[in-house]
């Protein structure tokens, strides 16, 4: 339906922290006092009228709001309206996005207090809000891709944002290099829906998906899912994503939990017609999570950076989301409750996290912690309510999620269900276990701190927000799924749910998955809570662990498929063009420059010279002629005696 009312100034949700960005960037060091408040207000004003939108959306007939802006493109038959759509799904990831983003600025505050280009970080921070608010509230896949590309830019900004530090620099190339590749994917989808249906927009591309060649709608799905892969950080465009946390810790929360990563679980949701016409795309999706799923969890195992850890655990989880969503009907719903109770216990452990650096002299180094529960009181209840919410532990948000996802997996009701079952199963008990390692090195045990370090809480300015997260991770799931249930809410757009035919009893799908939890629990006790704790990491350690510290080796998979092959073909090209294409211009140059440079030699100025000159080229001219003359007369001759035989 056509927007009314606040609705139809949605467009604000994008503008406000835009233009919190604009004038931070553009009003220079006359705004370093006052700049980290603008950019927290404009962000919080967009969170207020979001959820505004939203209780005017909940009561309109149809759920769904389009806002037409203004003529984007128009080129022969390609014409694209800028324009906003505002309906359940939309809704469901503006108000994260918002909410999140405010208690990330306000925590920001305190965190970036000492730093001197704080406004400029929180100009990034306004910009990339607003790039990912215009990626969820697009209308068509090119004002998809639009917000997607300002994602990909404002990520750069503040991974690199201490770009002094080589390590932030290489990371931001990193994660810029291996979006650049899921982004060659989405384009290329959005070329072949215009090549194929003469449109971008969402209803135009839904509406006639059913009729195009099976292929076709393969080879859609695919691109996208490639797409997908690359911003939300899924096999094999993983790597980037545990690099990003040499970015400020705030960003790691924006990044990691409410925005960046979420971005391909957005996609592959949005285009579910899509979807549902391709089983082959369908099933690459679910082997896509399901490995993912795994490369995160067993990660998470080794590391001993705390950032590290939390961000293979978001590798991990958005693997679930993957999973989930490739489940078609069936998991969409459980899938987007994981990321809005991810999007509350991830964030809060990250700006734990930094809480705890904040204390530590920006150590990230768990072995070097022990005992900050006294210390860090505040920090550690929430933090460790972000703990239970994530590991699944009985009625905490993660608990509600990942069994519903779990659930979906198993109803199949076939062997790949079990696989999926089995798999999801098994990443909660990894989970269990990372996570618990973590706690215990981090509160637990005595101190293990140098010398100079004096642990402190955070100020309140941090620990608000995080206070609030905590809150969310502890009540999300039961909102989600059980008080209000987001099936109903989401049922505009994914149709009406229907009534599951459970394979395995949901309770017992909930006592099977709280086992492994505490077997993973226990096994992380006994590893390293009845242990010393050494300082420095054992390097006598099994294959597995080394894998695991290593990432599963991804970092040298795709540096000796992808980047080294790639640096040959460069070299050779540069070998050709400077050997080939260069040598044969520059040679024809030589050639004709020493050409004229010896024939101008002959040009002295001496008439004589030029009188000889020209008495042999009549002398050659007349011998030439003679010959000539000779000749015929011969082959005359010779006719005639011929002819007379």
Known sequence: MPAEGLLAASWLLIALPLAGAAVLLLGGRRTDRWGHLLGTATVAAAFALAVACTVQLAGAEDRSADVELFTFISSGELDVTAGLLYDPLSAVFVLLITGVGSLIHVYSIGYMAHDPARRRFFAYLNLFVAAMLLLVLGNSYVALYVGWEGVGLASYLLIAFWYTRPAAATAAKKAFIMNRVGDVGLAIA??????????????????????????????????LLL??????????????????????????ALIHAATMVTAGVYLIARSAPIYDQTPTARAVVLAIGAVTLLI????GCAYDDIKKVLAYSTVSQIGYMFLAVGLGPAGYVAGLAHLLAHGFFKAGLFLGAGSVMHAMDDSVDMRRYGGLAKKLPITFVTFGLGYLALIGFPFLSGYFTKDAIIEAALDRDDVWGWVLGGVAV????????????????????????????HPHESPSVMTAPMVVLAAGSVFSGALLVSVFPLSGWLEPVFGEPAEAAHVVAPAV????????????????????GRREVPVTAPVRVSPVTRAARNALYADTINESLFMRPGQWLTRA????????????????????????SRLGRAQNGFVRTYALGMLGGAVMVAGALLACYTNMTTTHKRISQRSHV
């Open 573 to 596: 090209l540069v070998w050709f063009d400077n050997r080939g294409v260069d040598g044969a211009v520059n040679g024809l140059a030589a050639g004709l420059g020493g050409s004229s």
């Open 426 to 453: 098994l990443g909660a008990g990894l989970t269990a276990f990372y996570m618990t390692r973590l706690m215990l090195m981090t509160f637990f045990g005595r101190a293990r701190w140098e010398d100079g370090v």
């Open 190 to 223: 959005v070329f072949l829906m215009f090549a194929q249906l003469g449109t971008t927009s969402y209803a135009g591309v839904h509406a006639g998906v059913a009729t195009l060649a099976g292929g076709t709608v393969t080879a859609m799905g695919l691109l």
């Open 509 to 528: 799908v909930g006592l099977v998955v709280t086992v492994v939890m505490l077997l993973g629990v226990l096994a992380a006790w006994l590893f390293v």
């Open 296 to 299: 995160g969890a067993i990660a």
């Open 227 to 252: 797409g997908a892969c690359g911003k939300s950080g899924q096999f094999p465009l993983q790597a980037w994503l545990p690099d990003a946390m040499e970015g400020p810790t705030p960003v790691s």
